[in-house]
């Protein structure tokens, strides 16, 4: 038997389905789950970055003065995966991760 325990209201049920979970993006210093590109902007430019505005209107960009990296998202939050999460955790090393979050059934 395979899955992950699921606690809800004092109740435990085995997850079997992987299929289940979804990835959050997580800001590691404040453990704050990032809900909104207003949220992560803000994060972002304390660590120097800097709005983009050059290219795909169709993307939010952010571009780091001291670097080459550019973070190019979709301009709707709501299409943010897992990649474009991954992308901002390997420009950003020990300040964003990404995690797994169980949905109930």
Known sequence: MSGVWFFKNGVVRL???????????VHVPSDEVITSYGVLERKLL??????????????LQFHKRSTIHLISLPK??????????YDIVVKN?????????????
């Open 46 to 59: 304390s660590l120097g970055w800097e709005r983009y505005y050059l290219g795909d209107p169709e993307l």
């Open 15 to 25: 997850v079997e389905n992987i299929g289940d979970c979804r990835k959050t993006l």
């Open 76 to 85: 709707d939050f709501n299409k943010l995966k897992s990649m474009h999460m």
């Open 93 to 105: 090393r020990n300040e964003f991760e990404v995690r797994d979050v169980l949905q109930p059934q």
